[in-house]
């Protein structure tokens, strides 16, 4: 019998029937949290780390959440990277075009999509992004003698522990999740073979505790929260003047009290009463020196660091202000962290899902079929026409099913109507111009021979017949001196001296012909009032 390892890599044994009952039971406790960004310090968010890394995630994973709920630019950032994923689409294909194969992938795909709706499966797999891992509990069920999965339940990240008991630790001990249940809800339990789908999000080297992204964004959540505390604290002060109540030296302890009420009051309620004795003044508060901009540039540091690590950029959230949306037009999360969360989605589905339906049904040695996300970014079609029209500038022109097929425009069918360009309009200016007697002389370029005029003509039969004197007298020597020369200085004083030694007669002839001839031509285009 094969050896089959689990997603951990450890040897297991499976049993002719997957475990159906579920083990993950989430319980009333599940539903509160210790609240650990209350208060958040540098030194508890330190404490919080060493507890992650020792094994015990609770707190670490409350964090992560609380990070999320309470910091709208981080929530934002971090939706973006899920839903550029789960934007995209996807589908199962066969691991050969054999029959039984094809048979594996049609059943492993009737499972899979009436799961309602799978895209919410994976996100809380995509989770895995921001606390480094996701946990998600098969429910296996039976249709007739199919083993099938009824759903996939979502598992809290805190209900996971990377520790054993004293005597079991090992180094494996902090790479191989255990599962807090009722049962065991200290040490927690190993789930059974293929009832537990465990994503890892491998952003970098070490173990999964510390890979996820807002690992790193804690430290940046911590100082926004300072930043905003303060920023706070002085828009108060700011944005109040001060209240400065006087009272005459001789009054009395009540009339102070009552002038200090008053005072108090009119923060709030901009209306007491004091006697007339007693003064009050509002004295403006001094114009902030960009102390309010210090607030501002710190905040927006912070979002744009956490930017960066979730998304890979940071032009992504807030556009210029007079440019549409963003400040280039550019994907939301950089397009190789949007291929790396597919593919690591697609292997966790293929290995930790696809593998235990195709085994317990059709045979453990049987190949798997694929799960695919197509996250290759669509072809410029627009820059592609450009090619072809530049290619067709130097005579290479591509067939036209060849095109058809690139642009996906089908080839017309005999009796289609086929669309033409629009014919070239004459100017209006040329139409308004014209009067009996004269005529529009037609672009040279496109012209057909019979609108071509006597100029025209001339022009084209000296162009032919200078063509050879032009070739013997100028292209011919020049040629020659590119060939020899040995430098840019040299071929330059070569052309000079050739200038000199040309002998341009017989195509000074050719011009003198030609002007005659077109004298004459005009002429006779005069005399008959052309």
Not at 126 to 155: H, M, T
Not at 386 to 402: D, Q, R, W
Request: with cysteine.
């Amino acid at each position: 019998m094969a050896i089959l390892f689990d997603q951990f890599g450890r040897e297991i044994q499976v049993e002719k029937r997957p475990e159906t009952r579920q083990i993950a039971v989430t319980t009333i406790r599940d539903r509160w949290s210790n609240y650990p960004s209350q208060g958040l310090t540098p030194e508890r968010l330190s404490a919080i780390f060493k507890e992650a890394d020792g094994g015990d995630v609770a707190r670490q994973a409350e964090l992560f959440e609380e990070m999320e709920e309470k910091d709208t630019h981080l929530f934002s950032e971090l939706q973006t990277r899920k839903n550029a994923v789960l934007g995209l689409d996807y589908d199962i294909t066969p691991w050969s075009e054999s029959a039984e194969d094809r048979k594996i992938r049609d059943f492993v795909a009737d499972c899979l999509f009436s799961l309602e709706p799978l895209e919410e499966s994976l996100l809380d797999l995509l989770d895995a992004v921001g606390k480094g891992y996701a946990l998600s509990e098969i429910l296996w069920g039976f249709d007739g003698s199919r083993a099938v999965i009824e759903r996939l339940e979502w598992i809290h990240a805190k209900k996971a522990v990377f520790y054993e008991r004293g005597a079991d630790i090992t180094a494996r001990s902090f790479e191989v999740p255990r599962i807090l249940t009722e049962a065991e809800p200290v040490y927690g339990e190993i789930m059974p073979p293929f009832k537990l789908v465990y994503h890892r999000y491998k952003a970098r080297s070490g173990y999964d505790t510390r890979a996820g992204v807002l690992r790193v964004c804690a430290w940046m959540y911590l100082f926004k929260n300072y930043v905003l505390k303060d920023w706070v604290a002085f828009a108060e002060v700011f944005g109040m003047p001060l209240r400065l109540g006087k009272y005459d030296p001789l009054a009395g302890r009540d009339e102070k009290d009552a002038l200090l009420a008053a005072v108090r009051s009119l923060g709030s309620d901009a209306a007491g009463i004091i006697s007339k004795n007693t003064e009050i003044e509002f004295i403006e508060s001094a114009k902030a020196t960009g102390a309010d901009n210090l607030y501002d540039a710190l905040a927006n540091f912070c979002d744009k660091q956490m930017s960066k690590a979730i998304l890979g950029q940071t032009a992504t959230t807030e556009g210029t202000p007079g440019r549409l949306g963003n400040d280039d037009v550019q994907d939301k999360v950089r397009h190789d962290l949007v291929v790396s969360d597919a593919e690591a989605l697609c292997r966790t589905i293929r290995f930790q899902i696809i593998r235990p339906l195709v085994g317990w049904n059709f045979g453990w040695d049987k190949p798997l079929p694929w799960f695919k996300i197509f996250h290759d970014q669509p072809e410029d079609l627009k820059t592609a026409s450009e090619v072809y029209v530049n290619l067709s500038k130097i005579g290479f022109y591509p067939s036209a099913e060849h095109v058809a097929e690139k642009f996906k425009i089908p080839m017309p069918q005999k009796g289609e109507t086929i669309l033409m360009p629009p014919e070239k309009a004459e100017p209006p200016a040329a139409v308004a111009n014209k009067t009996p007697g004269t005529r529009v002389i037609a672009a040279k370029d496109g012209a057909t021979e019979a609108e071509k005029d006597a100029a025209d003509l001339i022009a084209d039969r000296l162009g032919r017949e200078s063509l050879s004197l032009t070739d013997e007298f100028f292209l011919t020597p020049l040629k020659r001196l590119v060939e020899k020369a040995q430098s840019l200085e040299e071929l330059r004083d070569s052309i000079v001296d050739l200038y000199g030694e040309m002998d341009p007669a017989e195509l000074g002839t050719v011009i003198a012909q030609a002007m005659m001839i077109a004298d004459m031509s005009g002429r006779y285009e005069a005399a008959n009032g052309n």
